[in-house]
């Protein structure tokens, strides 16, 4: 099972950027697909972005045109460029790995979680 180690997160004013990393332990990394999802103050865990074998990505609407996600299967690490920023975007951000696309964006089915890194933007 791979393991996941998220990196990156911080304090951000509105309007910038960051950039979470990703990195996974592991031979098989490349067979899994990435998601990275978010909780913030007293909500739920929910989907951010997931991207696929082929590189292939899907996005929750709230982020479409600011957050990218990319993934560098030669370093086992997967990435998410937050852009714009904005101060409901302030969450513990977590990185995740499926190895069906199918399951990427439910919660409670995929295969590994990372630990988590808090990204807080300020107005």
């Known amino acids: 099972q791979v393991q996941l180690v998220e990196s990156g997160g911080g304090l951000v004013q509105a309007g910038g950027s960051l950039r979470l990393s990703c990195a996974a332990s592991?031979?098989?990394?490349?067979?899994?697909?990435m998601a990275w999802f978010r909780q913030g103050p007293g909500k739920e865990r929910e989907f951010v972005a997931a991207i696929n074998w082929s590189d292939g990505t899907y996005y929750v609407d709230s982020v479409k045109g600011r957050f990218t996600i990319s993934r560098d299967n030669a370093k086992n690490t997967v990435y998410l460029q937050m852009n714009n920023l904005k101060p409901e975007d302030t969450a513990v951000y977590y990185c995740?790995?499926?190895?069906?696309?199918?399951?990427?964006?439910?919660?409670?089915?995929?295969?590994?979680w990372g630990q988590g890194t808090l990204v807080t933007v300020s107005s």
């Open positions: 995740a790995a499926a190895l069906s696309w199918a399951r990427v964006t439910r919660t409670n089915a995929l295969d590994a």
């Open positions: 592991g031979r098989t990394f490349s067979s899994y697909a």
